[in-house]
């Protein structure tokens, strides 16, 4: 059963569920936390290895941050 499928699902398991999804599209297109922040800065988005790390660690972020890591990450599809 996925995450989608449960009865009553928690906000912390949205959360992982996008900490997931970000983490994925990274290792799918191989690039670290200091080459997110380099493509961030790209489409203007400043942020730094050690804030990026902790924020996506503990799943804590908005919906623009992730839809923003994964823009400047090449991502234009997603699957749940």
Do not use: H
Request: charged residues 30%.
């Amino acid at each position: 059963m996925s995450i989608l499928e449960g009865d009553m699902v928690e906000r912390t398991d949205w959360e992982e569920m996008a900490k997931g999804l970000l983490r994925g599209e990274m290792a799918r297109k191989a690039v670290t936390y200091a080459q997110l922040v380099e493509k961030l800065a790209a489409i203007g988005i400043e942020d730094n290895e050690r804030n990026l790390r902790n924020k996506v660690s503990r799943g804590k972020f908005t919906a623009g941050f992730l839809l923003q890591c994964l823009s400047a990450l090449g991502c234009d599809t997603l699957r749940l």
